[in-house]
């Protein structure tokens, strides 16, 4: 059974930097598209990010795009999302997710419908 964790979340001033990371056990995730999502209390979740099979594609939400960046290391089973320039509107809990049927184009791997297996979350909270 795939179980997904995700770690690095924290409290970071405005203008600041987080990297997240995404750790995957009970199989490889070579094959498996991933993705980053996030949720505030009282809102649907929002995608962030995605990052194909072989990261191949990646693709960012207008939001993020130029601040986020997104990768994988599939020799260590783990994905990860590099968070620059954050601002109070980023705070969220965020997700990682993977699907091994989904892709990362303009149009698939932006829903949460797209991905089956997801983690837990981490809380980052963009505050002065």
């Known amino acids: 059974q795939l179980q997904l964790v995700e770690s690095g979340g924290g409290l970071v001033q405005p203008g600041g930097s987080l990297r997240l990371s995404c750790a995957a056990s009970g199989i490889r995730l070579t094959y498996y598209s991933m993705g980053w999502f996030r949720q505030v209390p009282g809102k649907e979740r929002e995608w962030v990010a ?30 990860a999302l590099q968070m620059n ?13 993977a699907d091994p049927f989904t892709a990362c184009t303009v149009i698939a791997g932006r829903s949460p419908r797209d991905y089956e297996y997801w983690g837990q979350g981490t809380q980052v909270t963009v505050s002065s």
């Open 50 to 79: 995605c990052i194909s099979y072989r990261g191949e594609s990646t693709n960012y939400a207008d939001s993020v795009k130029g601040r986020f960046t997104i990768s994988r290391d599939d020799a260590m089973n783990t994905m």
């Open 85 to 97: 320039s954050l601002k109070p509107e980023d705070t969220a809990l965020y997700y990682c997710a």
